[in-house]
């Protein structure tokens, strides 16, 4: 029962299966291969426009490399005040930008609002002592595990192209946010005003494979230079290509979306049935985030369920979690079995019979 995040898994089947075939022989080296080539039509097949496409094998990298096309030394990168590039990339985005600065914003359930987008642009100087904004970045599925819908990614882009601003998309989860919208890779981006996506296979089913893709071709002027001087242009390029060709091959990717998203929805049904039991935010992906009974997370963590305590700074006003609670995360992937997320339930329901007795 380890719901601790979609990356305790390792990779599917047919992903290996793919690597293992692209293992065979000799291949040109650093991305000059027909994996690489192949992979790179078929995103732009996804997308349905020409791209730019450049593989690298961290989420990190991809936001980091894709922010700093955006985002000059001297320029600000708004996001989230809870989103990762902010928390949990240790610094890389400011790193690779040479310096440019974060700026994060509040958001109930670390969503973006384009008004709120909008009165802080507005909010700015002109003069040479304020760092000009550049960018923005927003999370698909984001931190809370909420999907901003293709109006929304409308409207802030329309905001940030209205100011001067670029949109990118971190897309760890953009395959679970897809099947969640029921929406086109097309629509969810670059026809909704995205400008740069990560584009997340690592959570999904690859080992470790992500794709910075770009749509405008002047913003990617420089991406393969910029990858190679920070180190995650590889050799064997090959080994980055193959997963993804496997990933995409025959829909996997949405499949394992699909499944990791209905084991979402099974366990936020059955413990939302439960007493004393809440949902801090809808789950609307692969993300479920209960505010438990301290007693059942005891029960629960005994009984060898692994998962972690989130922070509550994004709950809606007038939310909170009391002393004698917990506010956990769940994070279900395309390899939770149904029968871990069937026994998790039965503790928690037990849990909950003996609290209520
Ligand atoms: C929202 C989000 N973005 C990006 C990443 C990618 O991070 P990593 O560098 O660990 O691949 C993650 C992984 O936890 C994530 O949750």
Not at 54 to 74: D, K
Not at 327 to 345: G, H, I, M, N, Q
């Amino acid at each position: 029962m380890n719901f601790a995040s979609d990356n305790v898994m390792g990779a599917s089947p047919q992903v290996l299966q793919a690597l293992l075939r692209a293992n065979d022989g000799p291949l040109p080296a650093y991305g000059s291969d027909p994996i690489t080539r192949a992979v790179e039509r078929r995103l732009a097949e996804l997308f349905e426009r020409e791209l730019t496409v450049a593989l690298v094998a961290t989420g990190t990298a991809a936001n980091a490399l894709a922010l700093s096309l955006l985002t000059p030394p001297w320029g600000i990168c708004l996001c989230h005040r809870e989103a990762h590039v902010m928390e949990d990339e240790c610094g890389a985005p400011e790193f690779y930008t040479h310096g440019a600065k974060l700026v994060g914003l509040d958001g109930v359930g670390a969503k973006v609002k384009a008004d709120d987008l909008e009165s802080y642009l507005r909010g700015l100087t002109s003069h040479v002592r304020q760092m000009p904004p550049k960018a923005l970045t927003i999370s698909q599925a984001n931190e809370c595990g909420l999907v901003y819908s293709t109006e929304q990614i409308a409207a802030l882009s329309d905001v940030c192209h209205r100011h001067g601003l670029r949109l990118h998309m971190d897309g760890a989860r953009f395959a679970n946010a897809l099947v969640a919208l029921g929406s086109s890779p097309a629509e969810m981006t670059w026809r909704s005003g995205v400008d740069i996506l990560s584009f997340g296979a690592t959570k999904n089913g690859c080992l470790a494979a992500e794709a910075i893709v770009v749509f405008d071709p002047e913003l990617a002027r420089t991406l393969e230079y910029r990858r190679k001087r920070s180190g995650h242009t590889l050799s064997k390029g090959r080994l980055l290509a193959a997963q993804l060709e496997g990933y995409l091959a025959n829909d996997h990717w949405l499949d394992n979306a699909r499944h990791a998203n209905r084991m979402a929805t099974r366990l936020a049904q059955g413990l939302r049935s439960l007493p004393g039991v809440r949902l801090a935010w809808p789950t609307e992906a692969n993300e479920v985030f209960p505010i438990l009974p301290r007693s059942m997370d005891a029960a629960l963590k005994s009984a060898g369920a692994v998962y972690h305590p989130w922070s509550g700074a994004s709950l809606a006003p007038g939310e909170q979690v009391r002393a004698d609670e917990i506010l956990v995360r769940l994070v279900t992937s395309f390899a939770t079995c149904e029968e871990d997320v069937r026994r998790f339930l039965s503790i928690a329901e037990a849990a909950a019979s003996k609290a209520g007795a």
